[in-house]
Structures are given as C-alpha cells and as structure tokens.
C-alpha cells in the first residue's frame, strides 16, 4: 500500500539555521509534491509544489527538491526564524486528478 | 475576508446524534473537498466534488454523506455519531480537479467532540 513518511519526532532548531525536512514514499509515482504549513488550531497553508520533472524549486527563504529515485523530497527554510515554527506536511497526488494523500507532518520549533 | 470558512469552529455532542458541518468558499474554485484529521494528525481525503459532481468517495462509512448545493458550498452530514467520529474535519478547495498539482485552500476546521 502506499507509504509517505515524515519524521514525526519534532525538530528544535536554533533561530538563523537551516531547517531540513525529509519526505519518504512507497509504492507510488506522483506526478506533483506540495508542502504545506500548519499551525496550532489552523487548517493547512500551501507553501510550494514541485513536478515530477523538476528537481528544485525555491520561494523566498524555502527550498524544496524533488528525487523520484530516492523517493524523497527535502524541505529547507533557510535563515529560520522562531515565526517559521509549524508543523510541515508534505502531500503527493498523481497526474490525473487533485486527490492529495499526505505525510503524518513535521514539527519545527525554532528558538531564538 | 475569510476564502474558506466552516461553521461551526467546535461541536460536541452525544453519540447517536446526527450533526451537520458547512463549508462555504469565495475564491471561486469549482471542486471542494472534505478532510478528517484524527488524533495522531494524519489528515485523510473523504469526499471531493467539482461543480457539484461527487469525483472522489473514499472508504467513509456511509453515516457520513456530503451535499454540494453549489460548487461554492460543501456540506458533510454524519448520522448516528460514535466515539471514532471525534476529530477535526477540514474542508477544502481548488480549482480544477481533472488535472493534478492544484494547491488547495483550507478552513480552519470543525473540531467534532463525541460524548
């Protein structure tokens, strides 16, 4: 069956580091990866959404790249600040359709 | 103003009871969707509509039935509550649903408590 797995243990890093976050899979091909943000008591935000055919893409102090070998997608917000503490969810959905299955999210807790 | 707002934010109420959640989004999207959140923060797809057409009927138990009057309203009707029912349900939104690699928009969620 299919499998996305993301670190469920928290990630507590220092304010002006980079946050690194992993997106494992199995047993599927996604065509589109999303990465979304969510707060305590808030629905998810989108963040960014990367193809299959790319290998990076980047918005602002986010970083997000894309491997169909490894099956894995990573995640880097640069020059964190303790506002970037959320919970991150990844979310992969195939060519045809919008139907997104998501990872059990990150959280990131970044201390000043 | 608020793109995709749910009422009501918290329900609680008794099992057996039938309750009803209502989505409603201006962003002008044509296809909306329910989710579940449970306790461990998986967040899983119910139901999905676009322009009114049900497109995506995950394995729900058929207490769970969703309405779309419009395709800028969602509703998610449940019979006879039960304990595993309590989570938080959030709808959501994009536009299009033929093709992959939409964003999608959400609210802020329906935390459904079960006495």
């Known amino acids: 069956s299919q499998k996305i797995e993301q670190n469920s243990e928290a990630l507590n890093i220092q304010e002006g580091k980079t946050a690194t976050l992993t997106c494992n899979y199995t047993n599927y091909s996604p065509a589109y990866l999303q990465w979304y943000r969510q707060d305590p008591g808030r629905g998810p935000v989108f963040l960014l959404l990367i193809r299959e055919n790319e290998k990076e893409k980047r918005k602002e102090r986010l970083k997000v790249t894309f491997d169909t070998t490894l099956k894995q997608s990573l995640f880097h917000i640069t020059a964190s600040q303790p506002a970037d503490s959320a919970t991150y969810l990844c979310a992969l959905s195939v060519a045809a359709g919008n139907k997104l299955t998501f990872g059990g999210g990150t959280r990131v807790l970044v201390k000043p | 103003d608020t793109a995709v707002s749910q009422t009501p934010k918290y329900l609680v109420t008794q099992m057996g009871n039938d309750k009803s959640i209502k989505c409603e989004q201006n962003l002008g999207h044509d296809t909306m969707y329910w989710y579940k959140q449970d306790s461990k923060k998986f967040l899983k797809i119910m139901f999905s509509y676009n322009n009114k057409e049900l497109i995506i009927n995950e394995t729900v138990p058929n207490r769970f039935s969703p309405k779309s009057p419009d395709k800028a309203h969602l509703n998610l009707h449940i019979n006879s509550l039960e304990l595993g029912d309590s989570a938080v349900y959030f709808c959501?939104?994009?536009?299009?649903?033929?093709?992959?690699?939409?964003?999608?928009?959400f609210g802020d969620g329906t935390r459904l408590s079960i006495l």
């Open positions: 959501a939104s994009s536009q299009g649903a033929r093709r992959g690699g939409q964003p999608q928009h």
